[in-house]
């Protein structure tokens, strides 16, 4: 039955048509197509977790009884002192995957504080049986512990409340519960609070829900699912498939994957995605995201703002380059969807939607990240330290060429002695695929290679675990005939990387977003969608409330250029567990390298991956890459590759 009357977002809907049973036909194609690719869990696993969290919550309100009995000696008080664990993240949208991990926040009353979970409560989960690689990562933008509990890994936060008591029945989201709290216990709430707000305001949550899987999947597949790296994280696809919902409150799921990509492929960017007004309360006065007030924000390219306060941008590490991506994306979504509706789905498939990129196939010009270390234990702490850094070095590519990173990190197949044993240094790999914008042949990657590793370099300090020493990271160009054989299954390349080409030229990529003297309301404005959709006749309405823009047409102009400011979240985990997480079940991603199971390649050729490898010192820079001749300097580089 179609909802009504109620209003969901900042603008009216486009269409308030529930679905054709043409669309619901629809419906049972896409889940069926869902169903064997282990976006849905079974009612047993779903089950075994419900089990593993009870397990968990008892643990925590024993402990946290515990704290204050040692604190108050009052049996009484501590008794009823309260306390319990939330969960955030996939699992509380309702998404989960068969190996998604739990995302969860302990909720403590005053008495309890952040030393007591990273001392007290960190020895309980280690002498647990059923706690694995557990390990605190405290010294970050968000302090969790980290482990493999009962078969599930969990990521586990901790805040405490200003109250001597906390309610079994609590909720998370009113604005008074920050009050006298300090910023690590605020952003460790963001995460239930932002995941809370999203369900209540969308229209119908289980077309919500299938719709996100969807889009989850796709994002994985073309890669263009990671925040660290420039693209939007789980957080920031829930919400933009939360806006397509209020767009198309009564639609089904089918429907709102199809338009999911006819709203963003004409979206105005830098206007903001935004779920409900701003809320301001002067006696919290708590930083938020508003371009009105800070200039900072007024360079965010494609600005997807959190629900609840204080508000903040889930996205400010897109970048232009992976902007193009995902415009690219929406389109080539856009195409496929059309196609799949023309079809009734019968000769197009929602399996072609989501079908994985062929990123190597791409490009005509590859950057390899490496970092190694003595140790896998050291690696996995130095390799988010890295990737932490990745979008950085992107941004120093100079004018005139995009770089591309893919969201995935590979294990570099180590070296055998002539006992066929694995020896020298653990290392992992990323690749950045290069885009010339003009007819310029030669890339200078000397600035941005230095100040890389000398970036790097100076943030190894922070690094609590492993010997410093042995931690090197190295930048390397290759052409596609020259790319390491542990990338593709078989150990040989495709035949189309291997064949010469007369250029590396490309065709210029679509410019980026023009932001010089453009509207950027911080009201959204929604795409006009008259000229390609029949049901968007009358445009969005601006928003109200607290976005005086809206109601004054004031209008923000923003700087050409994409500040690079640092984010407080690009601080990397010092020293997180071994993981074993399917690359495929990671949700949310923070600049702060969230540890996982890197994608373990067969061990085979590493062509001439290990021999022109330059560990680059801050006195020798990287000499200019050329096109189509590759040339990286040091005795130990290789003429042509």
Known sequence: MPLQPKTFGVTEPMSTDAGTPSDLELDKKLRVELEPLGVFETKEEYEHRRDVLAVMNKLASDWIRDVIFERTKSKETAEAAGGQIFTFGSFRLGVNSRAGDIDTLIVAPVQVRREDFFDSFLKILMKHPDAVEVNAVEDTFVPAIKMEFMGIE??????????????KELDLRPPGLLKNLDDKCIRSLNGCRVTDSILNLVPNVDTFRLALRTIKLWAKNRGIYSNVLGFPGGVAWAMMTARVCQFYPNAAASTIVCKF??????????????????EVHPSLDLEQWDPRVKERDRFDLMPII??????????????????????????????????IVKTKGTRVTFDKLWEKVDFFANYKMFIIITAEAASEDDLVAFAGLVQANIRWFVKLIPEGAHGIPYPKEYSVPRELDEEGK??????????????????????????????????VERKKGMITVGSKEDMLVSVVPKKPKHLPLFLFPDGKRPQHLTKRTKSLKTKKAAPAPNTTGAAASVAEKTPSAAAVDADANEGAKSGSGSTPNAATGETLTAPTAHASATEPGEV?????????????????????????????IPADELEDLESSVVQLPASQPLPTLGAPKLVLGGSSAKKGD
């Open 306 to 339: 959190t629900p609840s306060y204080p508000c903040m941008n889930s996205t400010h590490n897109v970048m232009e380059s992976t902007l193009a991506v995902m415009k690219r994306e929406f389109e080539r979504g856009f195409t496929v969807c059309d196609d």
């Open 261 to 278: 990509f006819f709203i963003f492929k004409t979206w105005n960017w830098p206007n903001p995605v935004l779920l409900c007004d701003f």
């Open 572 to 600: 990397p985990r010092t020293s997180p567990p071994k993981r074993k997480r399917d690359a495929d079940s990671s949700d949310d991603e923070s600049a702060a390298h969230v540890s996982k199971r890197i994608s373990s």
């Open 422 to 455: 694995p020896v020298g240094p653990w290392k992992s790999a990323w690749f950045i695929g290069v885009q010339l914008l003009s007819e310029e042949k030669n890339l200078d990657l000397s600035l941005a290679a230095h100040d890389f590793i000398s970036k």
């Open 154 to 167: 969990i990521d586990l936060l901790f805040a405490r409340l200003a109250v001597d008591k906390i309610p």
